[in-house]
C-alpha cells in the first residue's frame, strides 16, 4: 500500500489522508475531560431521575439498543412538543422509530423504518408492522417502498 501511496494515486492519497486526520482525532480525544464541576452538576441533576434503561423487557419481543428520551430534571421546562427516538432489534429485524406528540396533545404520530438485518440492501416494503407498547397502545402500519411508517393515534399512554 505504501509503495502504491509512493506512485501518486491522487484517489488512494485523499482516503489515506483522511484517515491519518480520523487517527489524529482520536488521538486527541483522550486528552479532553470535562470540568469537575460540570461532571458534577450533571451526575447531581441525573440523582432522582430513573435514567436507567432496561434492555430487554421480560415480555418484550425486542432488545432495546439505544432511547434518546432523558428525564427532565424537576425544576426545567420543557416544550409542550416532545419526541423520543428509540431503536430496537428483534433478530434478524431492527426498527427505528420516532414518537411525536402532536401540538395539541391529543395525538402521537410514530414513525419508523424496518430493516432486515440479514439483507440490508434489500427494503421491505409492503409489510405489516405491529409496534405495542404492551400497556394497550398498538400501532399497525404498513411499510412503503423505502420501509418506512408512520401511524397517528390518540395520545392518551405512555410510551416505553
Known amino acids: 500500500m505504501k509503495e502504491h501511496l509512493e506512485q501518486g494515486c491522487k484517489?488512494?492519497?485523499k482516503i489515506a489522508s483522511q484517515w491519518q486526520r480520523v487517527?489524529?482525532?482520536a488521538e486527541t480525544e483522550t486528552n479532553y475531560r470535562p470540568p469537575r464541576d460540570a461532571v458534577r452538576i450533571a451526575k447531581a441533576s441525573l440523582a432522582g431521575s430513573n435514567s436507567t434503561v432496561e434492555q430487554k423487557r421480560p415480555d418484550s419481543l425486542a432488545e432495546l439498543l439505544f432511547d434518546g428520551f432523558?428525564?427532565?430534571?424537576?425544576?426545567?421546562?420543557?416544550?409542550s412538543i416532545r419526541t423520543r427516538h428509540m431503536?430496537?432489534?428483534a433478530d434478524p429485524f431492527q426498527i427505528d422509530l420516532l414518537i411525536e406528540?402532536?401540538?395539541d396533545g391529543r395525538s402521537v404520530v410514530v414513525t419508523g423504518q424496518l430493516l432486515d438485518l440479514?439483507?440490508?440492501e434489500i427494503v421491505g416494503h409492503?409489510?405489516?408492522?405491529?409496534?405495542?407498547?404492551?400497556?394497550?397502545r398498538v400501532v399497525?402500519?404498513?411499510?412503503n417502498q423505502f420501509g418506512e411508517f408512520c401511524q397517528e393515534i390518540e395520545n392518551r399512554v405512555t410510551w416505553s
Not at 432523558?70 to 416544550?79: A, D, I, N, Q, T
Not at 399497525?140 to 411499510?143: H, R, S, V
Open 87 to 89: 431503536l430496537y432489534r
Open 11 to 13: 484517489s488512494c492519497s
Open 70 to 79: 432523558l428525564p427532565v430534571p424537576e425544576g426545567v421546562r420543557s416544550s
Open 126 to 136: 409492503n409489510l405489516q408492522v405491529t409496534v405495542s407498547n404492551l400497556r394497550g
Open 101 to 103: 406528540s402532536q401540538a
Open 23 to 25: 487517527r489524529q482525532t
Open 118 to 120: 440479514r439483507h440490508p
Open 140 to 143: 399497525q402500519a404498513t411499510t
